[in-house]
């Protein structure tokens, strides 16, 4: 299995507000690309990939929607606005929920009120951490475990403080190249690399 994260700082978790920033400062339509690269390839999709959206501007709690690739149904199509329709959905349904609940949203759509220090916490066991960063290791020198996952963000970079606590979660870090690109790019790098040495 094949797992992404990407953290969206600025990502507001009220799904009307959500819709509203497509294009504006807070950039969310970084993840509906995002997700459209990591799920979708050219008339199929692939069926090993885990994709958790966090999003982080919130009065109470981050939102991190799930998307298990081998369990979506009939998703309606790749496009932008069928995939921020898809996010929305999770967001309208999480409204009200406490702390660290879960609710699923359709077949391999959840959304739970964790944070992301809490999610790779709980991914750390399972997967092996990779962050992308433009300071990393050049991909073609790392050796990928057998169930990877892949941290990024979007326009705004990591914060210090979750720099240390993935540090000890034992995360590696991976540079792509000399460019910096958007999240929804690095993904379909990573998917290459890993494709090309199977
Ligand atoms: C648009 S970038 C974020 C840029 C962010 N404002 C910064 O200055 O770090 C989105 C994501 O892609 C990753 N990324 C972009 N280019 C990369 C590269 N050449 N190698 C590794 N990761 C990269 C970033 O680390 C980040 O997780």
């Given at each position: 299995?094949?797992?992404?994260?990407?953290?969206?700082?600025?990502?507001?978790?009220?799904?009307?507000?959500?819709?509203?920033?497509?294009?504006?400062?807070?950039?969310?339509?970084?993840?509906?690309?995002?997700?459209?690269?990591?799920?979708?390839?050219a008339?199929?999709?692939?069926?090993?990939?885990i994709?958790?959206?966090?999003?982080?501007?919130?009065?109470?709690?981050?939102?991190?929607?799930?998307?298990?690739?081998?369990?979506?149904?009939?998703?309606?199509?790749?496009?932008?606005?069928?995939?921020?329709?898809?996010?929305?959905?999770?967001?309208?349904?999480?409204?009200?929920?406490?702390?660290e609940?879960?609710?699923?949203?359709?077949?391999?759509?959840?959304?739970?009120?964790?944070?992301?220090?809490?999610?790779?916490?709980?991914?750390?066991?399972?997967?092996?951490?990779?962050?992308?960063?433009?300071?990393?290791?050049?991909?073609?020198?790392?050796?990928?475990?057998?169930?990877?996952?892949?941290?990024?963000?979007?326009?705004?970079?990591?914060?210090k403080?979750?720099?240390?606590?993935?540090?000890?979660?034992?995360?590696?870090?991976?540079?792509?190249?000399?460019?910096?690109?958007?999240?929804?790019?690095?993904?379909?790098?990573?998917?290459?690399?890993?494709?090309?040495?199977?």
């Amino acid at each position: 299995m094949r797992a992404f994260v990407v953290r969206a700082r600025a990502a507001p978790v009220d799904s009307q507000q959500f819709v509203a920033s497509i294009g504006q400062e807070a950039h969310t339509e970084i993840l509906a690309h995002t997700l459209m690269n990591t799920i979708f390839v050219a008339q199929s999709h692939r069926d090993d990939v885990i994709v958790y959206l966090v999003l982080e501007s919130t009065q109470d709690f981050s939102r991190t929607i799930c998307f298990r690739s081998g369990e979506l149904g009939h998703i309606g199509g790749f496009h932008e606005q069928n995939l921020t329709n898809k996010i929305a959905k999770a967001l309208t349904a999480s409204k009200g929920m406490t702390k660290e609940q879960l609710r699923v949203v359709e077949p391999g759509i959840t959304v739970r009120t964790v944070s992301f220090e809490k999610l790779v916490q709980e991914l750390a066991e399972e997967y092996q951490l990779y962050m992308l960063e433009k300071k990393g290791t050049p991909v073609r020198d790392i050796e990928f475990a057998h169930n990877p996952c892949f941290l990024l963000t979007d326009h705004i970079p990591m914060p210090k403080k979750s720099f240390n606590s993935l540090k000890r979660l034992g995360t590696q870090h991976i540079n792509l190249g000399p460019k910096m690109l958007f999240a929804s790019q690095c993904v379909v790098l990573i998917h290459n690399e890993l494709d090309i040495r199977l």
